[in-house]
């Protein structure tokens, strides 16, 4: 089942887990945005969390109630 809206969370999952998709994704964004379809500003917002240590295995999920609740 194909999304028509951005899966900006799919993606960065994947780059989380898998070092060659993010890896791909830095390098050649366009291509890799196009498939999950994302827009330019989805784009360079990943690249600024990937600059901050984003796709980084030691990310861990956060076990807490969320603060939108």
Request: glycine residues 6%.
């Amino acid at each position: 089942m194909a999304s028509s809206g951005p899966r900006l969370r799919e993606l960065i999952q994947r780059a989380i887990t898998d070092d060659a998709f993010a890896n791909e994704f830095l390098s050649n964004p366009s291509v890799v945005a196009k498939e999950y379809g994302l827009e330019a500003h989805h784009v360079e917002k990943v690249r600024e969390l990937a600059a901050q240590g984003l796709f980084t295995r030691e990310v861990e999920a956060h076990g807490a109630t969320p603060a939108y609740y």
